[in-house]
């Protein structure tokens, strides 16, 4: 035994060493649970014997102790486990990532640290890449491979190992970044990171956390950032600041602001790049005081701002309307060492242009050019060309771009067209055309297609369709070809005046004129035929729609079967709705609701109920319109015992009556004179959903059929919390008495109102006490007015005695 022992491990040596030596040759997974090569910073002195082979963007070795690898790990080796593209190991959070109750100054502390943390041996500006490696051979294969991960199996990872050995860091990187979807670039991190001896380097983490700076997955960020601590990689206050910026984009910004405490308990100093990000992040939280104490305290430690500090802080002064704080920092920033960019000047000047302040956008042009030697160059005027247009001051926009004209620069069309299109939401359409032809006569900005298309919008918006054909004609003769948009405005236009017929047939022949309609144009000529009630043409135009493959949207739908139900065609409507939900449309349970309210309108209630059925068979759950609907219609034909069976179903299945549920029951009930029944269903109901007004609208209506004795059986639920909607319900309870000449029946809920410290209205008090006198009550009224003069709400009045006395 012992011999055996001894040959299984001379021959299992060798192996280990050349599996070790081998590297490039030899590379499969390994689970990051494995103990032996953990990438742990309390191991750092384990892994520097491998630190010599990294210039390929993972650990290799040339030697290998085979005492460290246990026959478990072995065997991972010779049959590694196959893990999927999407999994994701779960990381503990350290005791530095607990999350703490925002305390003041925290956000400041971290400045205390300035100075006082010995600089890092890590060469942080190793971490920008220059080199552009997305059109290598290997990234382009790993990118396909990445696209087939929903069939992904062992022979595909395989693959992707293979090619995963042979990537440089910067070819890693180029695999992140050629991902469209960032979810995807971070899966591929976590995958990559799990593979056996591979390490990232540490410039593929920046580039990850670069990459989720750009999106909203600040969690992934987050997540990032641990395994950076955990792998033993620098964190410099850059990566802090990713993170930052991810939770920023999310609009988490306390959380944000967090990461601070996080940069200060790992020992990492700040420096300006994560001051200008906290300022950023605070004036993004309009928390501008705070962001000024910020910089207050960075000059105090000695973190001289920059040109980017200054213009965060601008941006907060003109964001909370302090725009002439953010001139008097603007005028500041020279005495202070740092001389304003045009980013400075053009944030003010957006805020001016927004406020239609353009004398002062003069004025600041002028002084930029004179003060700081800041010529406004032609991105100068297109920029304030698109401010002005995007805020409807087409007046203005004109001048600065004839301004700049006059001084050698040529505006692009994309300014012109700009103009183009306010002048044409002012129906200002004859300033427009000649526009046109000042684009066409100078000749180095000829209108495109987006222009001549903004032109022909404009007229159709204003009704003048005959205008916008003939400008269609004026496109093809300087040699422009009108696109599915132009054409799509057309026929908008069109359906708007009335002529739908006449733009279905011109979209009928889009392939003779070299067009394709889309969705939207289908969308357009449904809508127009639906409004002139040609609703057989309008369903026929979404078949062609949903042939065509675009598939109309629930709203549409619903907008087409509510005009149907209205023309009392709800059969068709049905058949309609069911043949889009057979070829693939979204119908929802609003159009289910449309068409069961559309029966109920035509007291169809058992077709209204089968559809219901239908909901169920699909798995389209009714929601509580659906059912308020079919129990007002049932209500209505004196069908009870159904509706209550209904309101029944809807309280098991969870669904939360409306305040409306609650109106539609109390009346139809009450119309019925079901109190009985109404009140144990209310019960019910009220334990899924609180109404407290419930009783009162039951008496309500009970007094508005003339229903008193049974509104005044439960009274006493109303005046359980005497409230002043409880007082106004018994005002109508006693009112409806004296209509009905019952007196002494109002004269008993006054007294029930006494009692529960509720006081009623003095003058119904007043006119009962007189008909309590006119029927020989004459003590019940003196007992009333008394009742009102102990509460203080009227005077005590003299008797006849001592009037004569």
Known sequence: MMLQLRVYQLLRRPLLRFSAFSNDAFFSTSSSKNPAFNHNPERNREDDQFGESKQLGFGNSSTLNTTSVSEAEFEEIRNPRFSRFDEIDELEEDEEEEDEEENGDDDLAVLESFGKIPQSREDVSRFDIEEDESRHPLVREIGRLIGLRSSWNPKHEGQMRNLLRSLKPSQVCAVLRSQDDERVALKFFYWADRQW????????????????????????????????????????????????????????????????????????????????????????????????????????????????????????????????????????????????????????????????????????????????????DQVTYNNLIHMLTKHGYADDALWFLNDAEEKGFRIDKVGYSAIVHALCKEGRMSEAKDLINEMLSKGHCPPDVVTYTTVVNGFCRLGEVDKAKKLLQVMHTHGYKPNTVSYTALLNGMCRVGKSLEAREMMNMSEEQWWSPNSITYSVLMHGLR???????????????????????????????????????????????????????????????????????????????????????????????????????????????????????????????????????????????????????????????????????????????????????????????????????????????????????????????FSRNLIPDVKICEKLSKRLVLEGKGEDADHLMLCLVERGHISPQPSKKSMVS
Do not use: W
């Open 197 to 376: 001896r591979y390490r990232h380097d540490p410039v593929v983490y920046y580039s990850m956390l670069e990459i989720l700076s750009k999106t909203k997955l600040c969690q992934g960020a987050r997540r990032v950032l641990v395994l950076m601590k955990r792998r033993g990689i620098y964190r410099s206050p850059k990566a802090f600041s990713f993170v930052m910026v991810s939770y920023s984009r999310a609009g988490q910004l306390r959380d944000a602001l967090k990461v601070l405490t996080l940069m200060q308990r790992a020992g990492v100093e700040p420096d300006l790049l994560i001051c200008n990000t906290t300022i950023d992040v605070f004036v993004r939280a309009n928390r501008l005081e705070k962001a000024l104490r910020f910089l207050e305290r960075m000059q105090v430690v000695g973190i001289v701002p920059d040109v980017m500090t200054y213009n965060c802080v601008i941006r907060g002064y003109c964001d909370l309307h302090r725009v002439e704080e953010a001139i008097e920092l603007l005028e500041e920033m020279s005495s202070k060492g740092c001389l304003p960019d045009k980013v400075s000047y053009y944030t003010i000047m957006t805020y001016l242009c927004k406020e239609k302040r353009i004398a002062e956008v003069r004025s600041l042009m002028k002084k930029m050019a004179k003060k700081h030697g800041l010529v406004p």
């Open 531 to 753: 409004r002139e009630g040609k609703l057989t043409e309008a369903c026929d135009v979404v078949r062609e729609m949903v042939l065509k493959g675009f598939f109309p949207g629930p709203v549409e739908i619903n907008l087409l079967l509510q005009s149907l139900c209205r023309d009392g065609r709800t059969h068709e409507a049905r058949k309609f709705m069911e043949e889009c939900l057979n070829k693939g449309c979204a119908i929802n349970v609003v159009n289910f609701t449309t068409v069961i309210h559309g029966f109920c309108q035509n007291d169809e209630l058992d077709a209204a109920l089968s559809v219901l059925d239908d909901m169920y068979l699909i798995n389209k759950h009714a929601d509580v319109f659906t059912y308020t609907t079919l129990v007002d219609a049932l209500g209505k034909k004196g069908r009870i015992v159904e509706a209550t069976e209904l309101m029944k179903k809807m309280l098991h299945k969870g669904i939360d009556p409306t305040p409306v549920t609650f109106r539609t029951v109390i009346h139809r009930y009450c119309q019925m004179g079901k109190v009985d029944d109404l009140l144990a269903i209310l019960e019910k109901m009220m334990l899924r959903q609180k109404c407290r007004t419930t009783y009162n609208q039951v008496i309500e209506k009970l007094c508005a059929l003339g229903k008193l004795e049974e509104a005044d059986k439960i009274l006493g639920k109303v005046l359980r919390t005497a409230s002043r909607s409880d007082a106004k319900t018994c005002h109508i309870l006693m009112e409806g008495y004296l209509k009905k000449s019952l007196p002494l029946s109002a004269y008993k809920v006054a007294c029930r109102m």
